[in-house]
């Protein structure tokens, strides 16, 4: 994003909670907001690139795996940190059980790879941008698209 703390894009659309209108949303992993910092990723400015409007949102769960991930130490905590920081700019969003149902059966936790498919799922989003391989697979194995590193430091949509 430039130099904007809201969870738009550059493009200065209005904020859209609804999936399928006109400003794509996009929800973030936890290995995406680690990317600056894990692969000198310009995260916002590689989405600004893709798609130059769009909003963000990122599951509570997403940020409690950061919040663990940043109270340890090296350079995976680093790389959290930044990412805690990031996730500032987008939305929170919870996902409940139910829209996890198909998923997990976890006795009442959402874990964030979960989270994500449930939101790319059910509609919530138009995009998941992560690093994560496996989740990569399940996100298209729902017929999302993901925004993805490819190469050093680009960011790339991968369609279903």
Same mark, same amino acid.
Request: aromatic share 2%; glycine share 10%.
């Given at each position: 994003?430039t &130099? #904007?703390?809201? *969870?738009?894009?550059? $493009?200065? %659309?209005?904020?859209?909670?609804? /999936?399928? =209108?006109s400003?794509? !949303?996009?929800?973030l ?10 692969a ?6 590689e989405?600004?690139?893709?798609l ?7 599951? &509570? #769960?997403?940020? *409690?795996?950061?919040? $663990?991930? %940043?109270?340890?130490?090296?350079? /995976?905590? =680093?790389?959290?940190? !930044?990412?805690?920081?990031?996730a500032?700019?987008a ?9 996890e ?13 979960d989270?994500?498919?449930?939101l790319?799922?059910?509609g ?13 697979e399940? !996100?298209?194995?729902?017929d ?5 590193l ?6 790339a949509?991968?369609?279903?």
């Amino acid at each position: 994003m430039t &130099g #904007s703390d809201d *969870s738009s894009g550059s $493009g200065g %659309a209005d904020e859209n909670p609804e /999936a399928g =209108t006109s400003t794509p !949303v996009l929800a973030l992993d936890a290995s995406a907001l680690m990317a600056p910092v894990e692969a000198n990723v310009r995260l916002f400015e590689e989405l600004d690139r893709l798609l130059g409007t769009y909003e963000t949102v990122v599951p &509570g #769960s997403v940020l *409690s795996e950061l919040e $663990g991930l %940043a109270s340890g130490a090296g350079t /995976a905590a =680093t790389a959290a940190s !930044v990412g805690e920081d990031l996730a500032t700019r987008a939305r929170t969003v919870e996902v409940d059980d139910s829209e996890e149902a198909g998923e997990i059966d976890d006795g009442g936790d959402t874990y964030a790879d979960d989270a994500l498919v449930a939101l790319a799922r059910t509609g919530r989003v138009d995009y998941v941008v992560t690093n994560d391989r496996p989740l990569i697979e399940r !996100v298209l194995d729902a017929d999302t698209p993901v925004i993805c590193l490819r190469g050093r430091n680009t960011l790339a949509i991968t369609e279903p």
